[in-house]
């Protein structure tokens, strides 16, 4: 029952992406947080959160920082670096804030705490899904460690790590709830971009998968990956990780463009197959969410475009 039920929403989403939605001027896109969702607009960012009482709690502010504001940073490729720093700066104060919420001012987290914390997942990520895949794929390999045979089964193994991951911690409860929120935010994006109201009765009816999700990113990361780190092969593998983490800006900045130019050929055959293992990794990061956190989700959308340059005036924004 639970796999035909994910079967139908992955075919529901990829029917409502076949249909060509109004040119919209700039793509709105977020993140889940404690209990809420963070919204970026074009010049401001919003986060909404349920507070412990029930009532729903708006921050909104303007995106000062140059990599918002420069058109350098807007330019094809490095957008997508732009948009890794983006996923931590925006993604750290957004998380504080709705920390904040749920426990209250007096509870103070530094910014000396956060960069630690971050830190250490940095630490586990490189230990996960680079350093363990190397040392699988010369096992399972039986060959030297430096060879390009090697840095494709090393891929493979990435993507089996990262499906186990995501479906590991999907087992929390909390986590369970941080997956709803984060289908939560996808549903209002794909409200308007199909040109409905955002309201919560259309939204609910929107898939919870969106082309452009962070999870449908970091599959098409470690699709490109292969590909880039196949002439390292034949380094030592000390050398090949560090050159893999000084490569990782390059495999960002090509998997972002990519993900960009498949969101805009959604509505094509080809674009609903090459989408089709992008939408499927975010049934593993998304849950179905309930009308409550909508509410939330929405109430962050409606803070990010309430002083956005209205379609004209954007088009004029490259």
């Not at 040392?135 to 090393?154: C, D, F, K, N, Y």
Request: net charge positive.
């Amino acid at each position: 029952m639970i796999r035909r039920r994910r079967i139908r929403d992955l075919l529901l989403t990829i029917t409502l992406n076949a249909v060509n939605a109004p040119p919209a001027p700039f793509f709105y896109g977020g993140q889940a947080v404690v209990e809420g969702v963070l919204m970026r607009g074009r010049r401001h960012y919003a986060v909404a959160a349920r507070k412990p009482d029930g009532s729903i709690i708006v921050y909104s502010d303007l995106l000062r920082s140059r990599i918002y504001t420069s058109r350098f940073w807007a330019l094809p490729f490095v957008r997508g670096v732009a948009g890794l720093a983006e996923m931590l700066h925006l993604g750290m104060r957004a998380l504080q804030w709705s920390v904040r919420v749920q426990l209250g001012d007096d509870v103070q987290i530094s910014q000396g705490t956060m960069r630690v914390a971050m830190g250490g997942s940095f630490i586990f990520a490189i230990g996960l899904f680079i350093v363990a895949p190397l040392v699988l794929s010369a096992v399972l390999h039986r060959a030297p460690v430096q060879s390009v045979t090697g840095v494709l089964i090393e891929g493979g193994i990435r993507a089996v790590i990262l499906v186990g991951y995501l479906l590991v911690i999907g087992l929390l409860p909390n986590i369970n709830r941080l997956f709803q929120y984060h289908g939560a935010e996808h549903k209002p994006i794909n409200a308007l971009e199909a040109g409905q109201p955002v309201d919560v009765e259309h939204v609910r009816i929107n898939s919870r998968l969106h082309p452009r999700c962070g999870t449908g990113f970091i599959v098409v990361v470690a699709l490109v990956s292969i590909v880039v780190f196949a002439p390292l092969g034949f380094l030592n593998p000390v050398v090949r990780i560090l050159c893999q983490i000084a490569l990782v800006p390059v495999v960002a900045a090509v998997s972002y463009e990519i993900i960009r130019a498949l969101a805009k050929i959604r509505h094509t055959a080809a674009g609903r197959i090459l989408l089709a293992p992008v939408l499927s990794a975010q049934l593993l990061s998304t849950r179905e969410p309930d009308a409550t956190q909508i509410e939330v989700a929405i109430a962050a959308l409606d803070a990010a475009r309430e002083q956005e340059p209205t379609v004209g005036e954007a088009l004029q924004v490259p």
